[in-house]
Structure formats: C-alpha cells, structure tokens
C-alpha cells in the first residue's frame, strides 16, 4: 500500500513561513520525481513545484523566489519551505509523487500517488 502523508499546514500572517512535509511510505521513491499541488476553495487543483530524485527544481511563476522545495532520498521525505507567504497562497496543498512533465516549460502532470492534503490559511 502506498502512503503519502503532509504535515506541518496552519494559520499564517502574510509575510510569514510555514514549512509542509511529505512522508512516503510503501515503496521507495527514489527515483520518482515529487511534487506538490494546492487548490484554493472553487478552483481547480494547480501545480506548485516539483522536485527529481536527482534534485532539479522548477516552481510554478507565482511561488517562484518565496518556495523551496527540497527532498531526502533516504528517508523518503520531501518538503516545502513557503517563505512570504500571502493570502492568494491560502489552498489546501497536496503532496503527489511520479509527476512528469514533457519539458522544461511544458505543463506538469500529476502521478498516481497522492496525499490527503494540509490546509495552508494565509491572513491579510
């Protein structure tokens, strides 16, 4: 059985950091890419980063400079730093693993593996 599960979500000024993780479970994931989604209340789910076993990044444009995500091979875990965090950053952010995508601008599509989600809630 697979398990992705997220951590470390909560209530946040704007301006401030939160720090999600992912804990993998089940099989080894490393030579999966990882990735996180969010999906803010009625709209659709949307990339936010993603991260290769080898450690390549790319970041959606409107988290690009404020996140950081990051990954630990040997534990199975990979993680979020979310730095100046605004209220438009208020989703609830999912945790996905085999994600791909055909190029280095081209959309990313999400894997079969999913988390149940931790709920980011950005104050004004």
């Known amino acids: 059985q697979v398990q992705l599960v997220e951590s470390g979500g909560g209530v946040v000024q704007a301006g401030g950091s939160l720090r999600l993780s992912c804990a993998a479970s089940?099989?080894?994931?490393?030579?999966?890419?990882m990735g996180w989604f969010r999906q803010a209340p009625g709209k659709g789910r949307e990339f936010v980063a993603i991260i290769t076993w080898t450690g390549g990044t790319r970041y959606a444009d409107s988290v690009k400079g404020r996140f950081t995500v990051s990954r630990r091979n040997a534990n199975n875990t990979m993680y979020l730093q979310m730095d100046t965090l605004k209220p438009e950053d208020t989703a609830v952010y999912y945790c996905?693993?085999?994600?791909?995508?055909?190029?280095?601008?081209?959309?990313?599509?999400?894997?079969?593996?999913w988390g149940q989600g931790t709920q980011v809630t950005v104050s004004s």
């Open positions: 996905n693993a085999g994600l791909w995508a055909a190029g280095d601008t081209a959309a990313v599509t999400p894997g079969d593996y």
């Open positions: 089940g099989r080894t994931f490393t030579r999966l890419a």
